[in-house]
């Protein structure tokens, strides 16, 4: 089975950045290259929100709108990793962040369609 890990959260103040990754393991290479792997946060008392995805080949990318212009995600699948960049941080991104894989990279980054699912990392974004 394709397991993911997260890392990178932290506390941060409001306009700062962080870079999240999600590396994956348990699956060679070229099946890894196959998925599209997204971006989920869930912050408390709150459901789980797709925040951004990339295809398999990192040339097709969708975010959320709340994010658009201060998140960018990539891929390096030589590495099994994704990132995801966060700049001009809210406290509003407070949540724990996830990622997942799935098929396909579609516009609405819905959580029913993702597949494989790390544990999370947390991010904090006060003053």
């Known amino acids: 089975q394709l397991q993911l890990v997260e890392s990178g959260g932290g506390l941060v103040q409001p306009g700062g950045s962080l870079r999240l990754s999600c590396v994956a393991s348990?699956?060679?290479?070229?099946?890894?290259?196959?998925?599209?792997i997204g971006w989920f946060r869930q912050a408390p008392g709150k459901e789980r929100e797709g925040v951004s995805c990339?295809?398999?080949?990192?040339?097709?990318?969708n975010y959320v709108d709340s994010v658009k212009g201060r998140f960018t995600i990539s891929r390096d699948n030589t590495k099994n990793t994704v990132y995801l960049q966060m700049n001009s941080l809210k406290p509003e991104d407070t949540a724990v962040y996830y990622c997942?894989?799935?098929?396909?990279?579609?516009?609405?980054?819905?959580?029913?369609?993702?597949?494989?699912w790390g544990q999370g990392t947390q991010v904090t974004v006060s003053s």
């Open positions: 990339i295809s398999a080949s990192g040339g097709s990318t």
């Open positions: 997942a894989a799935d098929l396909a990279c579609s516009a609405t980054i819905d959580v029913l369609e993702y597949d494989y």
């Open positions: 348990g699956f060679t290479l070229e099946a890894y290259s196959s998925y599209s």
